[in-house]
């Protein structure tokens, strides 16, 4: 599987403290999204991407940060002001123009607050 | 509003029966409709997409926009089928809705 990579796979963070989640992609995608995924709430969308230096809040973008700093890259801080963090994190691209595309998914990263 | 409604989190069939997934949406414009797979320990991809009209592994789904669904069909299923299915809208400014996703167990 290529394409898009998340790292790290597993993540353990104490209370109160920030972490960063890495999603790069090399499909030369304009658009990249952060998901979480909860059983029974399904994706719910945090931010996402459409270019370099540019991004929008999603539902639930509180207690969370993004840069775009790169068309590749898109990371994620979760901060301390999110209350619920533990969660199983996506990252998605989608090739922006060019007909009916989907959006492509990373492996996902699980962030566990202890 | 744009949404996506999955009301079944949990389906239940034997191997060889038939299977429908019930997805339905609400949008105003002309909807762009997927239904995405996740099987265990893979990551989400695509199953198809409705502009496309195909059968993949065996799975249809047609839009109908008078009812607002885009239920997901196979007339057969089969074990490997086991994983959890989301249907998903594309919006405006290539936003992506998702359903809550249905957990679906075929059994031998």
């Known amino acids: 599987d290529g394409g898009i990579t998340q790292s790290p796979k597993y993540l353990f963070r104490k209370e109160g403290q920030n972490v960063t989640l890495s999603c790069e992609q090399n499909?030369?995608?304009?658009?990249m999204y952060w998901y979480r995924q909860d059983p029974g709430q399904g994706l719910r969308l945090i931010y996402y991407?459409?270019?370099?230096?540019?991004?929008q809040k999603g539902d639930i973008a509180e207690g969370y940060s993004v840069s775009r700093e790169k068309k590749e890259s898109f990371p994620l801080t979760v901060t301390s002001a999110q209350k619920n963090p533990t969660a199983f994190y996506l990252c998605a691209t989608y090739p922006v123009g060019g007909g009916y595309n989907e959006q492509f998914f990373g492996p996902g990263t699980r962030l566990t607050v202890l | 509003a744009q949404r996506v409604t999955q009301p079944e989190k949990l389906l239940s069939v034997f191997k060889g029966a038939p299977v429908e997934l019930k997805c339905n949406y609400s949008y105003s414009g002309s909807p762009e409709l997927f239904w995405y797979v996740q099987y265990s320990r893979q990551r989400l991809q695509l199953l198809l997409r409705h502009i496309s009209r195909e059968s993949i592994k065996g799975f249809t789904a047609d839009l109908n926009k008078g009812e607002t669904s885009f239920h997901l069909k196979k007339p057969f299923a089969q074990e490997e089928d086991s994983a959890m299915y989301y249907c998903a809208l594309r919006g405006g400014g290539n936003q992506f809705y998702f359903g809550t996703g249905t957990s679906l167990t075929v059994i031998p």
């Open positions: 499909l030369n995608h304009d658009a």
């Open positions: 991407s459409q270019i370099v230096n540019d991004f």
